[in-house]
């Protein structure tokens, strides 16, 4: 079946620290990939929706400046927390739909991202 | 607006028992999908099902069964004779498309089958 993989699965770092968080589609074309944050025992919250090629769309309340999305390619979408702080600290899982047809999304194992 | 409420935020029971998790969702659309996820504690959504809002037939899948009905908006997840290694925490979601759209969770249920 379809797999995301998602690189590095945990990070710790200091406050100030620039992030970045790979998402790869290993065994599928993926045009649009989304990432998700989770704060801990919380629901997922979509943070922005990546597009191939294209800026990536950002919901309310995200701040585009502070996490930088590239979709530099069909399988690969990167995820960066720019000056991190322990506020940042958070669950971050992305996702990947096959580029065409009827599939669902299907999620990487997530990054658990801890800010010093 | 989408909105996915379950209302059962944790759930303990003793290992063979069935338990239901409830779901039960908001939206305007006549074209949905509905979703069922489990994440263990490692932390990865495993996707358990997707329905889509022209389909009411309940499915099984083993000792898992889904009872979906649109006059509840409900969307309920039964797990049959429960084991151990079904402890996780179950999300409910709901999306406009298939695949290719945002995805509404739930804020999840906690599910404890204890030994």
């Known amino acids: 079946g379809a797999v995301v993989s998602q690189h590095p699965s945990r990070v710790i770092c200091k406050s100030g620290t620039s992030v970045k968080i790979e998402c790869r589609s290993l065994?599928?074309?993926?045009?649009?990939m989304f990432w998700y944050r989770q704060f801990p025992k919380k629901s997922l919250m979509l943070m922005a929706t990546s597009n191939e090629g294209s800026k990536a769309t950002y919901e309310q309340g995200v701040e585009k400046d502070k996490f930088l999305i590239n979709h530099a390619s069909l399988t690969l979408s990167t995820l960066t927390v720019t000056s991190a702080h322990p506020e940042d600290s958070s669950f971050y899982i992305c996702?990947?739909?096959?580029?065409?047809?009827?599939?669902?999304?299907?999620f990487g194992d997530g990054t658990r991202l801890s800010i010093l | 607006a989408q909105k996915v409420t379950q209302a059962q935020t944790e759930i303990s029971v003793v290992e063979k028992e069935d338990v239901t998790l409830d779901c039960v969702y908001e939206t305007r659309d006549t074209t949905y999908y509905l979703f069922w996820y489990k994440q263990p504690p490692s932390g990865e959504l495993v996707f358990l099902i997707r329905r889509n809002s022209f389909d009411e037939q309940n499915e099984i899948s083993g000792r898992y069964s889904w009872n979906f009905q649109k006059s509840t908006s409900s969307f309920n997840f039964t797990i049959t004779a429960s084991q151990v290694v079904d402890s996780a925490v179950y999300f409910c979601a709901l999306s406009e498309a298939p695949g290719d759209d945002k995805i509404i969770f739930g804020k999840g249920t906690r599910l404890h089958i204890l030994p």
């Open positions: 065994d599928f074309q993926a045009t649009t």
């Open positions: 996702s990947a739909v096959l580029t065409s047809g009827n599939q669902p999304q299907h």
